[in-house]
């Protein structure tokens, strides 16, 4: 079996974002970079589908040189090869996805996992996508799946319970937390990384559909109120949270 | 509490490779989910985490640097200094287990052993299906193991070992100890596996430092082992110490993690703390103190990784070790205790982990080598007179 998984380098989820003296884009300096949390759990249902039915893990990113790291935590947890589609230029989610496509198309896989969103931009829009541009079908949010032969069954998490849908590879998928949980890359995993390719390949442009205008930090939050230290405070707690909060 | 970020004053990072800091950000994040969360309840209750021993094996934390051939990870000495800190900075115990298993069970083994041993013990201690012990020092011979009591005799098809060992790491765990004895008045080492007859290792009770870690005796009462276990390749003394030096470069990185741990929880303590009307982050005495743990961490991350470069290219000295593992010891034991103060009352509490490590770090300070005797070997190699002797 051949799975692709798709990969994205977003900001460490502890990171202070600043906005850039554009307006529109994030400061990277001083940032620490991390493999999308959710493109991690693609990465370890690729492992685990190799496992099971032979095959190989090519990892997929879009982005600059820094891309390589993560690229290489993929190739450490155990992908086999990884390809760096190298623009380092803002695109939309519609023209990440063009040239995800592109590639995908050419390594042709039995399966391409993507995470359900990057944890940067949070567009969400990847799946489908991706599935639209190479006309297969694909399925979201995926929390439980199981092949067998050509006929692949998911369990996609809805609004208050789980949809379970049947279709055939090959097929896009977009991964859910709790679908399994990712390894540690293991000393000599990594070790190994360091012998495994990454192919760079240059990447024709694609006009963007969407542009950003302007990004804006969210309001900090107002100070908290401390009400009192001992039970004498809870009625007073409620009184607030009931008249004020309008909580309770 | 946010994630620990590491101590980086000097961009330091930009000194090591993509795998080593790799290496080292997966070992903290495997700290982060599998230690911390239940450290200091086993801690209290004075017992090693011992489920932690397999996910640890399956990572390659085991005899790292050894070669691929028997299941290791073939790594260079700063990416293994690297996951040393990381682990101390869970716990000193935890690191210990670690430096025994690789520096002081699979390093010799590897070094003095026949190719059946490696062959036989590396693999296995790599995937921590067996457990190892070091067993040098003795009630009365401690500084001085060259006066070790521990008594080797051949006989036609066995050898025969008389005498204890004391202070042992993993002793009641293991599942074979390397054991140094005199053979012929002359130190050797050998194999000695759990369940030997008149071979026993009883656990040490009643420690106030390292509580979760297992320490114990070794007893040896004509116990016989079979000729084939008998390291074939050492030479005295030095054998052993080799191993201590080992481990002691270990050690050098392993407490960097434990005072960064420290200066990390004084500095965030001080920032929310609030007396007299501000946080006494801005009290200049307090100022002071965090200046001085960064100032020592920096010098140490310094002269660790130079140390180690200088291992990888096979150039360091054992006087060099010395130096780092006396240094960093008491820099990490004071930075703790500064620590401490930060904190006030709080600082005496399991809530935080400054108390347990500065604990820990006194039994750092006396084992593989006091620091008085680092002391002594760097005077020597300073001055060219041996003060010990
Ligand atoms: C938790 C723990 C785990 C250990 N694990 C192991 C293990 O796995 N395997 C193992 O073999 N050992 C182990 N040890 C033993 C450790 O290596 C010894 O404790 C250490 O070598 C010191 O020996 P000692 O305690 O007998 O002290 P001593 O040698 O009696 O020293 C007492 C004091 O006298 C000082 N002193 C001694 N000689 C001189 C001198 N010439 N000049 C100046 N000062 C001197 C020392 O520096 C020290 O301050 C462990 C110890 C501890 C606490």
Redesign the interface.
């Known amino acids: 079996m051949k799975i692709a998984v798709c990969v994205n380098h977003v900001p460490d989820t502890e990171a202070k974002v600043r906005i850039s003296s554009d307006g529109k884009t994030i400061d990277k300096a001083g940032i620490n970079f991390i493999l999308n949390p959710y493109d991690e759990i693609a990465v370890e249902q690729g492992l685990q589908l190799k496992e099971k039915f032979g095959g190989e893990v090519i990892v997929v990113s879009l982005g600059g040189d820094s891309n390589k790291e993560t690229l290489r935590k993929a190739l450490a947890m155990g992908a086999d090869k990884a390809v760096l589609l190298k623009d380092d230029s803002i695109r939309d989610s519609f023209a990440v996805a063009a040239a995800l496509a592109d590639a995908l198309k050419e390594i042709n896989p039995d399966v391409i996992l993507l995470g359900k969103q990057s944890i940067d931009y949070d567009n969400s829009q990847m799946v489908g996508l991706v599935g639209e541009l190479l006309n297969l079908p694909s399925v979201s949010v995926v929390v439980k799946l199981e092949i067998q032969d050509n006929k692949i069954i998911c369990e996609r998490e809805i609004e208050g319970g789980h949809e379970k849908v049947e279709s055939q590879l090959p097929i896009v998928l977009s991964v859910q937390k709790g679908l399994c949980e990712p390894r540690y890359p293991s000393l000599k995993g990594i070790m190994a990384a360091k012998s495994k390719p990454i192919e760079e390949k240059q990447i024709p442009a694609v006009n963007s559909k969407v542009e950003t205008i302007s990004l804006r930090m969210p309001q900090s939050k107002a100070a908290g109120k401390i009400v009192g230290t001992d039970s004498t405070a809870v009625k007073e707690l409620v009184r607030l949270l009931h008249e004020e909060a309008k909580v309770i | 509490m946010?994630?620990f970020?590491g101590v980086d004053y000097y961009n330091f990072d930009s000194l090591l490779t993509?795998?080593e800091i790799?290496?080292r950000n997966?070992i903290r994040?495997?700290v982060d989910d599998n230690i911390l969360p239940i450290i200091e309840d086993y801690y209290m209750r004075g017992e090693f985490p011992a489920q932690l021993v397999p996910k640890m094996a399956?990572?390659?934390?085991f005899g790292?640097t050894l070669p691929?051939k028997y299941g290791?990870?073939?790594?260079n000495n700063v990416?293994y200094g690297l996951?040393m800190q990381e682990l101390e900075r869970g716990d000193s115990g935890v690191r210990s287990f670690a430096s025994v298993q690789s520096s002081l069970v699979m390093y010799p083994i590897y070094t003095f052993g026949s190719e059946a041993q490696k062959d036989y013990w590396l693999p296995k201690l790599a995937r921590a299906e067996k457990i190892g012990c070091f067993g040098l020092t003795e009630p009365d011979f401690g500084s001085n193991p060259g006066g070790m009591i521990t008594r080797a005799e051949e006989k036609s098809d066995c050898y025969v070992l008389n005498g204890a060992k004391m202070w042992i790491t993993n002793g009641t765990n293991a599942d074979v100890a390397v054991v140094w004895a005199k053979l012929n008045e002359k130190v050797h080492g050998f194999l000695v596996e759990k369940g030997t007859k008149g071979y026993s290792a009883p656990e040490m009770k009643g420690k106030h430092s390292l509580r979760a870690s297992i320490t114990s005796e070794l007893i040896f009462e004509d116990c016989e082992i079979p000729k084939e276990n008998i390291f074939p390749n050492t030479s005295g003394l030095r054998s052993p110490l080799m191993c201590l030096n080992q481990a002691r470069y270990g050690i050098a990185w392993g407490v960097i993690g434990s005072a960064m741990t420290s200066y990390d929880t004084a500095l965030n303590y001080s920032l929310s703390r609030v007396q007299f009307g501000k946080p006494i982050a801005g009290f200049q005495l307090t100022q002071e103190k965090l200046v001085h743990m960064l100032t020592e961490i920096t010098k140490m991350q310094f002269m660790t990784l130079q140390l180690g470069r200088l291992k990888d290219k096979d150039e360091s000295r054992f006087q060099q070790v010395s130096l780092a593992k006396r240094n960093n010891v008491a820099q990490a034991l004071e930075i703790g205790r500064i620590a401490r103060e930060i904190l006030g009352a709080n600082g005496i509490l399991s809530e935080y982990p400054i108390m347990r490590h500065t604990a820990n770090l006194e039994s750092v300070k006396t084992y593989e080598g006091t620091h008085e005797m680092h002391t002594l070997i760097v005077g020597e190699d300073v001055t060219g007179i041996a003060a010990f002797e």
Do not use: Q
Request: hydrophobic content about 50%; aromatic content about 4%; some cysteine.
């Open positions: 946010s994630k970020k993509e795998e790799l290496i997966t994040e495997f399956e990572m390659g934390m790292a691929a290791c990870a073939e790594m990416a996951v």
